[in-house]
């Protein structure tokens, strides 16, 4: 096969779609179960609010969050779990419908999408099963704590920082493929 050949078929196709986009979901399927173990055994495992010292700055700690992200709303009657629970349903549907569309060269978009998804589904279990969202991971440092987080919040987090690394450098990679060809 001729270089130049071999070098266009590696690259992926500017404007094509992808092929096969909802296989990532298989990554956020790996968040949920993660999530849902990790959460299983920090609640079969720990005492309450009781901290078990991992090291200097991280604690396990359980704890149960019925607000959203830094407890927000969690001091209101309820009605707060169904709104996050309809938030979150949204946004994994509305996220879906991003996945199944992107380009063949947006992969990074793609996991970025996977893991938001997974950490989204894995918090939408607790908060309609238990009323709740399972938090466990506490960093702290000179007296001052964080607040307590889980595996789908990590990959939240993470997807969020996906997201934004391709606003910011995606549009710049694609003008630089595209002069290319």
Same mark, same amino acid.
């Given at each position: ?32 179960? /993660?999530? !849902?173990?990790?959460?299983? &055994?920090?609640?079969? +495992? ?6 078990v010292k #991992?090291?200097? *700055?991280?604690?396990?700690?359980l ?12 001091s ?12 979150a ?22 996991c970025? /999408?996977? !893991?938001?998804?997974?950490? &989204?589904?894995?918090? +939408? ?7 709740? #969202?399972?938090? *466990? ?35 710049r ?5 595209q002069?290319?060809?």
């Amino acid at each position: 096969m001729p270089e130049a050949h071999r070098n266009y078929a590696q690259a992926a196709p500017m404007g094509r779609a992808m092929h096969r986009p909802l296989r990532w979901l298989w990554l956020a399927l790996a968040v949920v179960v /993660l999530d !849902l173990a990790t959460k299983y &055994a920090a609640s079969h +495992l720990l005492g309450y609010a009781e901290p078990v010292k #991992v090291l200097p *700055f991280f604690n396990l700690t359980l704890v149960h969050n019925t607000g959203a992200a830094f407890s927000f709303l969690a001091s209101h009657p309820g009605w707060q779990r169904w709104l996050f629970a309809a938030i979150a349903v949204a946004a994994c549907i509305g996220l879906g419908v991003w996945l199944a569309r992107l380009k063949a060269d947006e992969k990074r978009l793609a996991c970025a /999408l996977a !893991l938001i998804i997974g950490g &989204a589904l894995g918090n +939408l279990f607790d908060r309609v099963v238990h009323g709740y #969202v399972v938090d *466990f991971l506490s960093f702290h440092a000179a007296g001052w704590y964080y607040p307590a987080f889980n595996v789908a919040d990590i990959a939240i987090t993470l997807g969020a920082i996906g997201l934004i690394w391709e606003s910011i450098l995606g549009d710049r990679r694609r003008r630089i493929q595209q002069a290319r060809h």
